[in-house]
């Protein structure tokens, strides 16, 4: 059996729900031919999210890695291409924390790039009428220092773990109150295109 870390995180910034935990615990109930899915949930908080993932890569050792996260204002789902050595928030996070401009990782590189099969995700969800595109950002917030960290721990102990980060709409119900033209897409959407991307990735040959 094939092992898949899925990661998602907490509501944050006055939100009480966030897509990107919704989706994984649904996609938790998904019986996947030949994978074995652990689902895992993530505080939106600047150090402990890393070193809960870090723990379960350690512990788990699985072969493949997706992290979600919610990217309010996007139209599509968008499997993210790089990930950047910088913390920079907009807004403070969960526990308070606030950085501007300080490096993740300590004369880290620069980025890493998603090993995941971000080309073929896109392509399949587009052929499966689900919007979707590689981003080029995936912020400066708590998922980029996710995604960041994680690709960061895989070289440094030079794995061979595929893993990459995928940022995913708003809920249909979190657009109520907001300006009438934000996008948001179905939990049934995101589900199935996340079911997808999960396929799409453990059909990768080793």
Known sequence: MKKLLLTAFEPFNGETINP????????????????????????????????????????????????????????RVTPERVAINVDDYRIPDNSGFQPTGE??????????????PIYAIAEQLTRMNIPSAISNSAGTYLCNRLF???????ARENLRTKAGFIHLPYLHEQTVNKRADTPSMSPETLVNAV???????????S
Do not use: C, H, W
Request: hydrophobic share 45%; net charge neutral.
């Open 148 to 154: 960041y960290g994680v690709m960061n721990f895989i």
């Open 20 to 75: 990107s935990l919704e989706t994984a615990l649904a996609i938790g109930k998904i019986k996947f031919l030949d994978t074995q899915l652990e689902i895992l949930k993530l505080p939106v908080a600047r150090f402990e999210a890393v070193e809960i993932a870090l723990r379960n890569l350690r512990e788990k050792k699985p072969e493949f890695v997706i992290m979600l996260g919610e990217a309010g204002g996007r139209y």
């Open 195 to 205: 079911k997808i991307a999960v396929e799409t990735t453990t059909s990768l040959k």
């Open 103 to 116: 490096p993740i990782v300590e004369d880290g590189p620069v980025g890493y790039f998603s090993s995941l």
